[in-house]
């Protein structure tokens, strides 16, 4: 383990709350990628950043935001507009975005109060 | 848009049986198919790849096939283990894409002793 630390392993989130999900990697990969897994839904892409400063959106943007201001950091927001939150969230990393390995973090659960 | 269709969704095997997971695509210009093996309460790894460029590729137990013209790829399992116990993924990418990947839905396979 190691190389793509996620942070909190779990979060809860009270309704109109903003919450941030952490993602640092120290591995000098220049992609970052942030998933959402629902159970029957496997991953389905939320935003990406190729390099620093620059980011896309995914297949489902709505209600999330991110900054890629360091190499090394990728934090997701997940704001009060995502009406459904509760999931399990993915960071990923890879050196480039060409098609090469991704490396996962470890993975947040959150959950709404 | 693209999309990643897996089957089947659960799959059961005794101990030393073959399992295959089939998976297929809708972007004809994807080029890159990785195979993911989560197990529970971890992160999602790379257990094998292929490109578009290969038909077959095996690794040990496992192997994945392509078939470009129908669009559609196979893990394949053999002699099961019950630590081959997990869900597993397939994804594809193409170029040009800021190296993002679209996952299938995975398949929960169970290895019975």
């Known amino acids: 383990d190691g190389g793509i630390t996620q942070s909190p392993k779990y979060l809860f989130r009270k309704e109109g709350q903003n919450v941030t999900l952490s993602c640092e990697q120290n591995?000098?990969?220049?992609?970052m990628y942030w998933y959402r897994q629902d159970p029957g839904q496997g991953l389905r892409l939320i935003y990406y950043?190729?390099?620093?400063?620059?980011?896309q959106k995914g297949d489902i943007a709505e209600g999330y935001s991110v900054s890629r201001e360091k190499k090394e950091s990728f934090p997701l927001t997940v704001t009060s507009a995502q009406k459904n939150p509760t999931a399990f969230y993915l960071c990923?990393?890879?050196?480039?975005?060409?098609?090469?390995?991704?490396?996962f973090g470890s993975g947040t659960q959150l959950s709404v109060l | 848009g693209e999309n990643v269709e897996q089957h089947p969704s659960t799959l059961s095997v005794q101990e030393g049986d073959s399992a295959v997971i089939k998976c297929t695509y809708s972007?004809?210009?994807?080029?890159?198919f990785p195979w993911y093996k989560q197990e529970l309460g971890k992160r999602p790894q790379l257990i094998i790849d292929?490109?578009?460029?290969?038909g077959e590729k095996k690794d040990q137990r496992i192997a994945v096939t392509l078939n470009k013209t129908a669009k559609h790829f196979s893990l394949h399992i053999t002699e099961t283990q019950p630590e081959d116990s997990a869900v597993y993924f397939c994804a594809a990418s193409r170029n040009n894409q800021g190296g993002k990947l679209i996952f299938g839905q995975g398949t929960e396979l169970s290895v019975k002793p």
């Open positions: 950043s190729q390099i620093v400063n620059d980011f």
């Open positions: 292929i490109r578009s460029n290969v």
């Open positions: 591995l000098n990969h220049d992609a």
């Open positions: 972007d004809s210009a994807s080029n890159y």
């Open positions: 990923a990393s890879k050196l480039g975005p060409s098609n090469e390995k991704l490396f």
